[in-house]
């Protein structure tokens, strides 16, 4: 008798993942946080742009600022000859991807800038060669260059939605691998919890660690250990088919794409296996807007918004968030009752 395959309720068809769309109708949002002066902004989600993104003449952005191009536009990119990923058709979405040069124009990277035009201060910036310390309570450490890294574990590509904690969306087919193959690879001791990512400190190539001093750079985050080896946790090397831009989170990031998108650290230089729960960035700025989980949870809202919808930034649409940003099924056993802050 032949096996039964039963899909699983958030994996669609390739037929429904619909083609780059336009980017329109964007509204400027305003996400300064007034705290005695301190400068501090909304952890991921700074000041944006009402409508399609371009440069002062009206063009797209390049390609060393964001915003496409080719392969060979990425000399020495980390696992360059790996592409072009196949797509993995079970991790499609029911809504049309963002459109990219509008993805590079529309972006975080505090490191740089708080605002939305990282594109501008990234020329100083160079992400390759790129070495990872991967260390901790685990049984292989190792310094990993990331070329290598990807030559052993290989990539994939991924259409999932990504949710930011103002409450915009976007949809973003990334490039690269699920975290459990390095957390595996890695050997984590039995007493090993939570990881901790430590994102790269240069303030001469990044001038927002030299500009923004009110911020204890540089970047860091923290999952539990049993998220690191969900099937949706990935490590994105590349998007729309190349590697990542500058302004995008060059050369690699953490995507978690049923938590708010702050949690998913760019650039990183060090990850650790460690036993207690790990600090992290926005966590310790301000506590009762970001929790260590932040799990995008549509019935908890920010203290100064609702998070029960969402804008889509290629159409302006309102929608319904969704519990887990609709990843429920695959995650909720993650967190039995009440899912955490």
């Known amino acids: 008798m032949p096996s039964i395959h039963i899909p699983r ?15 329109l109708d964007r509204r ?22 009402g409508g399609a993104v ?25 696992g360059i000859a790996l592409y072009p990923a196949a797509r993995s058709p079970g991790f499609a979405v029911d809504r049309p991807l963002t459109q990219e040069k509008n993805t590079a124009r529309y972006c975080n990277f505090y490191e740089f800038t708080s605002n939305k035009d990282v594109h501008r201060y990234v020329q100083d910036y160079k992400p390759y060669p790129w070495a990872v310390e991967v260390g901790g309570l685990c049984d292989n450490p190792k310094v990993w260059d990331l070329d290598a890294l990807l030559g052993q574990f290989g ?14 969306s976007m949809v973003v087919p990334w490039t690269g691998f699920a975290f459990a193959k390095l957390v595996r690879q890695s050997q984590p001791r039995n007493e090993a919890r939570y990881v901790r990512f430590t994102s790269v400190l240069r303030p001469d190539e990044l001038p927002g660690q030299k500009t923004q001093t009110w911020y204890e750079w540089p970047y860091y985050e923290g999952i539990r ?60 700025l301000q506590p009762g807007e970001y929790g260590f989980h932040s799990n ?42 009440e899912d955490p802050y």
Do not use: M
Not at 155 to 168: D, G, I, M, N, P
Not at 233 to 253: C, D, E, M, Q, S
């Open 225 to 284: 250990i049993d998220e690191a080896l969900n099937e949706l946790a990935f490590f994105t090397v590349g998007i729309y088919g190349h590697p990542l831009p500058k302004p995008n989170g060059a050369p690699w990031r953490l995507v978690l794409p049923w938590k708010y998108g702050y949690k998913g650290p760019k650039a990183v230089v060090r990850i650790e296996f460690v036993n207690e729960q790990p600090q992290t960035f926005w966590n310790d």
């Open 155 to 168: 990539l994939e590509e991924r259409v999932y939605r990504h949710r930011c904690v103002e409450a915009w």
């Open 28 to 49: 400027r949002f305003l996400a300064s946080l007034g705290i005695a002066g301190s400068g501090i902004l909304l952890a991921g989600c700074a000041r944006g742009d």
């Open 54 to 78: 371009e440069d002062e003449a009206g063009q797209a952005a390049s390609v060393t600022g964001g915003g496409g191009g080719s392969l060979a536009d990425y000399p020495g990119a980390p």
């Open 9 to 23: 309720s958030w994996r669609l068809p390739e037929r429904l993942v619909t083609p780059e769309s336009v980017y």
């Open 296 to 337: 995008v949870n549509p019935s908890r809202p920010h203290p100064r918004w609702s998070q029960a919808s969402e804008r889509v930034l290629d159409t302006g649409d309102r929608i319904p968030t969704q519990r887990y940003n609709g990843y429920e099924a695959q995650v909720a056993s993650l967190y039995p009752g």
